[in-house]
Each structure stands twice: as C-alpha cells, then as structure tokens.
C-alpha cells in the first residue's frame, strides 16, 4: 500500500453492506450503468411509490469496493427521492468530482471522497447515480409516476 486511505475499512463495510439491497424480479424500473475507466458495471431497479418518490431500491453490482461502497451510499439516501431530485443529485456529483462544485449534500458521502483524488475512480462512484437516471428515462418510469401502483 502506497499509504493512501482509499480503501478504509469503512469503505468496505459500505461495499459488503450493499447486499441489504438485493435486486429483486419485482424491481421492474430497471437502469443500468458501466464505467470506462474501470470497467464496472451496475444494474440497478426501482420501485416508486404513488407520488413518484423512491420506495424501493435493488442492486447488483460487478464494481470496485468504491462503486460498491458509493452504490451502497446512493442506496441508502435515496430513499423518498424524486426523479427530479436524483437528476440534480447526480450533476451536482459529477461537477463535484470534475472539481467545479462542493461535495454534494448526500447521507455517507464523505465515506468516499477521499476517492475524488483518484480519477480512474470516478465513473465507479458514479454508476448507482447514472443507473437510477437510467431507469427514470425509461417509458415504465413515466407510467408508473404517472398512474400509480
């Protein structure tokens, strides 16, 4: 090790904790992500409640521990989001990470940020972001906002 603190033991409990947030069959707001600095992919699934706020996360995730950790991060905060919330969430993220903003307002952020500093790490920490954007696109995700369950 270099002496860098990229890889805690915080930020492996976060990455181990993701399993909290299996992707179920039932999870039919489906989006996915991929990073071309590292390769690592997420697909994501959401469930929206009547007034379009996230209800319901699943993840499975073939990424670093820091796209794990920051996927199980965006889980956990994402919960009661809008897609309008998590749209502006994920540009004040990558504005963040190209060095133009402050660190975005998100519950357990501060975990990984010291990975801000690496950017072959960047499109890692983005993908729960970009996956859940990519669900919301999807036709399914404006009938569901729109009609209810």
């Known amino acids: 090790m270099s002496g860098h603190r ?24 489906r989006g996915e992500a991929r990073s071309a600095s590292c390769g690592s992919r997420i697909e994501l699934g959401l469930e929206l409640d009547d007034a379009g706020r996230i209800a319901r996360i699943g993840v499975a995730s073939r990424a670093c521990a820091i796209g794990q950790a920051s996927a199980a991060i965006f889980a956990k905060g994402a919960s009661g989001l809008t897609g309008t919330d998590l749209v502006a969430a994920r540009e004040t993220m990558a504005a963040w990470l190209g060095g133009s903003a402050d660190m975005p307002d998100w519950p357990g952020l501060d975990l990984v940020a010291s990975a801000r500093d ?9 993908l729960a972001w970009n996956a859940a954007c990519d669900a919301l696109r999807k036709p399914s995700a404006l009938s569901t906002a729109e009609h209810g369950s």
């Open 118 to 126: 690496y950017p072959a790490r960047h499109g890692a920490m983005m």
């Open 6 to 29: 990229l890889y805690t033991p915080e930020v492996l409990a976060a990455a181990v904790s993701l399993a909290e947030y299996p992707l179920a069959p039932d999870l039919v707001l």
